[in-house]
């Protein structure tokens, strides 16, 4: 009877542990997948193309379609730099995995709007992410579209003039 309890209090000892063990990798498991526990991204945006030191860089980074590229409203983070050098670079933190898009205006008379001439083309450098172009106004969201997936990212935005 002394050896069948103590194989009893053995099984069910190496039982509860093998228990516990499971319970910690499920646990672990359930919580590598919570949508809570997402990494954060930080973005470094090089900006080049500056043709003058005059007025200021804008940035907008955007979510969705809704408002890209001009209405800064709508951005998620919209950011702005005095020119100092021929390239001005912003770093965007804390930003979870995703799909996002940037546009950038050098708002070379500081009044915080694009500047167009009377048939709409802009006179002050612009430039988006992936450095996408439109064919007749600005690309798409979709044309400049990148994804957030680890933990930084470096992208680089042309001007164009």
Request: with cysteine; aromatic share 8%; glycine share 10%.
């Amino acid at each position: 009877m002394r050896f069948c309890t103590g194989a009893i209090i053995t099984a069910l000892a190496l039982l509860l542990l093998f228990a516990a063990c499971t319970r910690r990798a499920v646990e672990g498991s359930q919580r590598d997948l919570d949508p809570t526990n997402t990494q954060l991204t930080t973005i470094e945006v090089v900006v080049r193309g500056i043709r003058s030191h005059e007025g200021q860089i804008l940035l907008a980074l955007f979510t969705s379609p809704d408002g890209f590229p001009g209405d800064t409203e709508k951005a998620m983070h919209r950011m702005k730099s005095l020119i100092e050098g021929d390239e001005v670079t912003f770093t965007i933190s804390r930003i979870p995995p995703g799909p996002y898009a940037i546009s950038v205006l050098h708002d070379e008379n500081a009044n915080n709007r694009m500047e167009t001439d009377f048939l709409g083309r802009p006179k002050e450098g612009h430039g988006f992410s992936r450095n996408a172009r439109g064919r007749f106004g600005p690309p798409g969201f979709d044309d400049a579209i990148f994804r957030v997936t680890g933990v930084s990212l470096e992208l680089q935005i042309d001007l164009r003039y």
